[in-house]
């Protein structure tokens, strides 16, 4: 198996809307910012690629109905990826994009919203944003890592349990609650 590498970037490149997580809905919306976080790995045949994705990083939380506030990781950190999640669903929208990869405890790599229009909520997973963003990210895991399975749900599981895919996330200033 090959190693990996997904570095979430530190400067905002877009905004996107959001709600406040889990019970926040009733205070409208608010802007998150939007992050590059870019893949390196190596092909079957040793050649590097690198390719980068839209992401959410922070998001709005609201636990007690009334008071947001934004959460996250903000500082510098890496971390192995702990474990493919085929059974995971978005719990703020709608989408076909199923599983997660697990970073640490609730901290998830995921699907995220399609388009600018759709809104997901988040509390700090990273979302991969983008039509079928996260099915075109786990595409570019199974390829550059090169597990042995045969079947996707193999692949991406055999994956999780090898322990060579690494995330990196930059030193970044947590936002500020930004209502739109």
Not at 125 to 140: A, D, K, Q, S, T
Not at 145 to 155: D, E, L, V
Request: with cysteine.
């Amino acid at each position: 198996m090959r190693r990996v590498e997904i570095f979430v970037g530190a400067s905002p490149i877009g905004e996107q809307e959001t709600w406040a997580y889990p019970n926040g809905n009733e205070l409208g919306n608010f802007l998150i910012p939007v992050y590059e976080c870019t893949v390196l790995g190596s092909d079957s045949e040793g050649n590097r690629v690198q390719e980068s994705f839209e992401v959410l990083r922070f998001g709005v939380q609201c636990k007690d109905g009334k008071i947001p506030r934004v959460v996250g990781i903000s500082e510098q950190q890496t971390h192995k990826i702990k474990a493919w999640i085929p059974t995971y669903s978005v719990h703020s929208a709608s989408s076909n994009e199923n599983g997660a990869w697990q970073v640490y405890n609730n901290f998830l790599i995921h699907d995220g919203p399609d388009n600018s229009t759709e809104i997901f909520a988040t509390i700090g997973c990273i979302e991969v944003m983008g039509p079928l963003g996260f099915n075109r990210f786990n595409n570019l895991l199974i390829s550059l890592s090169g597990p042995k399975a045969t079947y996707r749900h193999r692949q991406l599981a055999e994956i999780g349990s090898k322990g060579e895919i690494y995330i990196t996330y930059t030193k970044a200033v947590r936002p500020p609650l930004k209502k739109v």
